[in-house]
């Protein structure tokens, strides 16, 4: 997993914010964006990408099935940049939970570009 993590995000599920936090934005994708958004939010992404990335992370969480997406990067004003993504759930072991049950909270995307 190491060489794709410069590509890799890791977002959590947030319930008192009702959004999903971006916890890991790798280095590959801080090159690309010229951001590093982690500690944001998805509905930070501004009107429509947000809206769409929010619902994806959502239905990856809830059906605990892997998506894809593909795009630009227009929110970082780099319209000539195509991304594609896999997003898929991330287990975390909730540490409040004695039991061996394994809780969904975060989800993990790899991307791709062209």
């Not at 890799?8 to 958004?37: A, C, H, K, Y």
């Not at 061996?100 to 062209?114: C, N, P």
């Amino acid at each position: 997993m190491l060489p794709y993590w410069p590509s890799m995000i890791v977002n959590r599920w947030i319930t008192e914010q009702q959004d999903f936090q971006t916890t890991f934005w790798g280095t590959r994708l801080v090159e690309l964006s010229g951001q590093e958004p982690t500690g944001h939010y998805l509905s930070d992404a501004g009107p429509g990408t947000s809206e769409i990335l929010r619902a994806t992370h959502r239905e990856v969480l809830s059906n605990l099935t892997p998506t894809w997406l593909c795009g630009v990067f227009d929110w970082f004003d780099k319209e000539h940049q195509h991304w594609h993504q896999i997003t898929q759930p991330l287990a975390d072991h909730d540490p409040e939970d004695n039991t061996r049950d394994i809780v969904v909270t975060k989800t993990l995307t790899l991307m791709a570009f062209s």
